[in-house]
């Protein structure tokens, strides 16, 4: 029998991300792809972006398709929120495996991601990747990195996940980050990772933090390895 398998987005991304993967793991899965709220397909809600409301997201399609406990895999952003979601509410997560979740976020940090996403500079240095943020995201990609940036320089001022909480996390973790990401460090990925009570480390060799650079091959064989050859 197969089992459940829910994939989650980075920011500014979009569930369209994940058909190779979801392709290459359906013999054994079933998988899951969703959008958060303002992302993808989905609309814009009458409030902020925030971990706080796509955990909410998440913790939807877990409970109206039956899943709990569920098998997450979180690119990015989608990583943080998976774990946002197990550190208050652990009944509904099973196990996770993170790729190139940032961790450490400080207003340095929030600054420096938050200037590479003024639609501005993309639309003048970028047009290619701003003509596929406008075909991404339907309801608008500008209103997009707009969101985005207020929550990354909320998430400067105020990071969700700390040492605190992240001691709640019960699920068995793997937090995974490339050797060449030059958004998330192998150091902040170890630290945060030794806050969580069953957790592991995987430094992925020739991986950037884009998951469309990531080698398919590589990944599936770790997402197997992780969850499906444990069971």
């Not at 079933?30 to 958060?36: H, M």
């Not at 550190?87 to 207003?107: C, D, G, Q």
């Not at 902040?188 to 992925?204: G, N, R």
Request: charged share 25%; with cysteine.
């Amino acid at each position: 029998m197969k089992t459940n398998l829910i994939l989650t987005h980075g920011a500014i991304g979009s569930s369209s991300q994940f058909i190779e993967l979801k392709n290459a793991l359906s013999d054994i899965y079933n998988i899951f792809i969703f959008d958060f709220e303002g992302h993808g397909n989905e609309a814009f809600q009458h409030r902020p972006f925030k971990i706080e409301n796509f955990s909410d997201n998440l913790e939807s399609v877990i409970v109206k398709n039956r899943l709990q406990p569920a098998d997450i895999f979180g690119y990015s952003m989608g990583g943080y929120v998976a774990l946002y979601l197990a550190s208050t509410r652990p009944e509904l997560i099973n196990r996770i495996y993170t790729l190139a979740t940032k961790f450490e976020w400080t207003a340095e940090s929030a600054k420096r991601e938050t200037e590479m996403l003024s639609a501005e500079k993309i639309e003048m240095k970028l047009p290619h990747f701003a003509a596929l943020l406008e075909r991404r995201h339907i309801h608008g990609w500008k209103e997009n990195l707009l969101r985005t940036k207020q929550m990354i320089v909320s998430l400067g001022e105020n990071p969700v996940l700390n040492k605190e909480n992240m001691k709640n996390i019960i699920s068995e973790c793997r937090i995974s980050v490339g050797d060449s990401d030059k958004m998330v460090s192998k150091e902040e990925s170890k630290m945060f990772a030794s806050f969580i009570q069953k957790s592991e480390v995987k430094i992925l060799q020739n991986t950037e933090h884009p998951i469309e650079k990531t080698d398919l091959s590589l990944l599936v064989s770790e997402i197997k390895d992780f969850l499906h050859f444990r069971q």
